[in-house]
């Protein structure tokens, strides 16, 4: 049994809810659905879940809100009225508006989770109601009622593990089963929402819950690109890369499969496809937990991404000190810092982290690893941007480092940091951030063509 | 002023301290000496230190140790003799040997550290009544009387920040000074010896202490090879290095210099040369604080260690969890452990230590690391050799990576780890431990004389 998963491009108009109709109907195997808001219809269209955050802020701001939640009720309007439906959901989208607004005034945080799950819950229950009305026995499955419990810290939701044995459950039924992604439920009652990109991630967790054979995640793209296309013109598309493959890639810019969304599968071994709804015939890139390596797939992918900072420590004999870099570690977590690697040499130690995480706090930062580590010389450096080289088997063949280093020197980029062999599918590379896009570029040349970019 | 120190097979015999003493007399400003235990005088004799252990061992045991003792008596009557000096000092000798076996006979390691001390002191004693006959007006100082105030743990003394101002104190006297090496003096009254080969620590201390110019230290090399000439032939002397080049040289295998000597005149800035008794025309290695690059230095020298032992730790989201490397580290603390390298991935990490780090606790840490950490993958690495790229300003210059994976590349090894970036003097790699004489002759032939070894 397969569990498909659309985007919020795949389902922002009726004619996309028909080809996705077409593509869930066409297999007896495809039983479970999970639908996404409906995403833009053109390049300066709104996203619904967008609408309903500003519905959301004008409520908690007593801001007169009608002419608002009009224009998301419109949004459903355009649908039902270009499949013909009944216009008797508009008036129930209309109250469930209105109720989660009275009910939750006094809980903002609790009211912003319950509002923006209005744009895949009522998707949901449209696309339900037309496949049934098309004569196939189709159900609209909530959260709720589908067993996805989760934690109650609002728009953090992580799934309960005592969820799993519910879901599997969803096996029993016979129909079609059209469930909305984003959010779950906790042992509170409340809706709680999934980081952002979260269906995903209920896609995910249904798909483990019901041991899928395949999770079908359909987007707006024919599977995963080698490489970031705004940077390489019509880059390669990945045929099948691994679990970890995706994550290290996820890490350092790849955006097009939400990272947490792996976790679940990751652990019962489960099949992920990237499929394109408007192209249901390509092939798209499997994601495996295995994949046999040839000579031409060493290097699944490339990526790279620029926030990135890094704290550098000097300290005479500091691998003699047994606790420094514990010491030095604390610091980190008194503020609550997760920092991303941690090259060290005999008498240093670099602390890689995203940005974000020291922003604001980073003069706090330095002067308590100066009062507490004792340290001989501290020093920061924002300008630091991650080039990834991913690729499974890549540390059993001889030469992978030398090549690439080389394509990156012919392009005249300095290397700040190299870190390989902690992970064995991974070559980090520190360098400038005005070399990140030429970075990318001189690699990928020379990884899939052969080609050195000479500078 | 000069501080001048001259290691054991420099003074050996009657022949090599009448060299010690023409290189000392000859320039004014060569005030202190700090002399080791008579060294090896053939290639199968013993140092006086082992045979100071060997007696330390019958006494201990209550073996009878007269023929012991003789053995050392004699090794300082043959230079007693040569020297045509009066065997007063013989007596001495014995006298002194026989007290501290009786006075210390139930404190065992306070009884090692003061035995083996006679080594030097014995020497120093000799070598000033020799050098002052010779009508060069010459004292010795014992290290008490000099200022060399340590830490009270048997074998592993600490000099006392106190110390250096009585050190300083040594600037006073007029005559030449002969300070015996390796050993201080605890609060408590008791003869403290360095960690072995602690002469150097001495000679560095009392250059620190006085202030030096220079700090000369004599040895049977004219100064200190750009790599291990057991695998090199005839490898290039270095001409200037650099405190930290040398002291990351040391950490692989480069056992020339003791490298905890560095750290007193690292704080200074005073400069250490090292020289060779048998062609002290020859211009030596000066260690600088800063050395002037150009194309032909870049490198300083290349060297590869093998004990080496790598845990492997695989957890997924790994840098999402604030706090867990610490967790991991903490192991490490309970045991004890220090570990030199800690690469890392998103879901990896990898600690790199040395074997004896680990040796015997091996099975426990790691269960206490799966206890505790709650880890998805758990391995262990014996195989690793270490091989150290060192140069101050290799990391200016574009194509250094390139270059050096390429020669390594070429000889057909396969790098386990790289780790460049948290020093920015030198590049690390992780290597088979089969693949270490290799990797150091490739590497060598193409840093310094740019050819290529093809397998």
């Known amino acids: 049994m397969k569990v498909a998963k659309f985007g919020g491009s795949s389902v922002s108009n009726a004619k996309q809810i028909k080809k996705v109709l077409k ?23 709104i996203k619904t879940t967008d609408l309903l955050i500003r519905l959301y802020e004008k409520a908690i701001n007593n801001i007169d809100y009608q002419h608002k939640k009009q224009e998301i009720i419109q949004r459903y309007a355009d649908i039902v009225d270009e499949l013909d439906m009944d ?48 004569g196939i026995p189709t159900r609209y499955i909530s959260p709720k009622e589908a067993g996805i419990w989760v934690t109650d810290l609002p728009k953090q939701a992580q799934i309960l593990d005592s969820s799993y044995e519910q879901i599997y459950k969803l096996n029993d039924y016979k129909e079609k089963l ?22 995903d991630i ?31 013109k019509d880059p390669e598309i990945i045929e099948e890369i691994t679990y970890r493959e995706m994550r290290e890639l996820s890490y350092a810019g790849f955006s097009v499969f ?16 990237i499929k394109n709804t408007n192209r249901p015939e390509d092939k798209g890139t499997y994601i495996l937990h295995d994949r046999e390596i040839n000579s031409k797939n060493v290097i699944s992918g490339i990526s790279c991404d620029k926030d990135f900072t890094v704290i550098n420590i000097k300290k005479y004999l500091m691998n003699r000190q ?6 030095v570690l604390g610091v980190f977590e008194d503020y609550n810092i997760s920092f991303d690697h941690m090259p060290s040499g005999i008498d240093n130690i670099s602390i890689v982290m995203r940005s974000n995480q020291i922003k604001n706090i980073e003069s706090r930062v330095l002067n308590d690893i100066q009062k507490h580590c004792d340290v001989d010389e501290l020093s920061i450096d924002h300008d630091l941007a991650i080039l990834m080289i991913v690729g499974e088997g890549m540390n059993r063949v001889v030469g992978t480092a030398s090549k690439i280093t080389h394509a ?26 005005e070399d990140a896009e030429k970075a990318v570029r001189s690699t990928y040349e020379f990884c899939y063509h052969g080609v050195c970019i000479k500078e």
């Open 202 to 232: 209920t896609g995910a967790i249904i798909a483990r819950g019901v041991r899928a054979s395949l999770y079908e995640n359909f987007t707006d793209v024919s599977g995963i690109y080698k490489a970031n296309p705004n940077i390489i």
């Open 408 to 433: 990156l020197a012919e392009s005249n980029i300095n290397l700040k940091m190299i870190n390989q062999g902690a992970s064995e599918i991974s070559m980090m590379f520190g360098i400038k951030v």
């Open 322 to 327: 047994v606790g420094f870099t514990r010491k």
């Open 178 to 199: 059209i469930i909305p992604g984003f959010f779950g439920v906790s042992k509170h009652n409340f809706i709680v929402t999934f980081p952002r990109g979260g269906s």
């Open 87 to 134: 216009r008797d959901i508009l008036d129930t989208i209309d109250h469930t508006l209105e109720h989660y607004i009275h009910e939750l005034k006094d809980k903002p945080s609790r009211l912003y989770d319950a509002i923006v799950s209005c744009g895949e819950d009522f998707n949901a229950q449209l696309i339900a109601t037309y496949n049934n009305s098309q």
């Open 258 to 273: 939400h990272d947490e969304a792996l976790q679940p599968l990751h652990k019962d071994r489960i099949p992920v496809v």
């Open 23 to 45: 593509i869930v109907n066409e297999d007896p195997e495809r039983k479970i659905i999970i639908v996404s808001a409906p995403g833009k219809r053109s390049k300066d269209d």
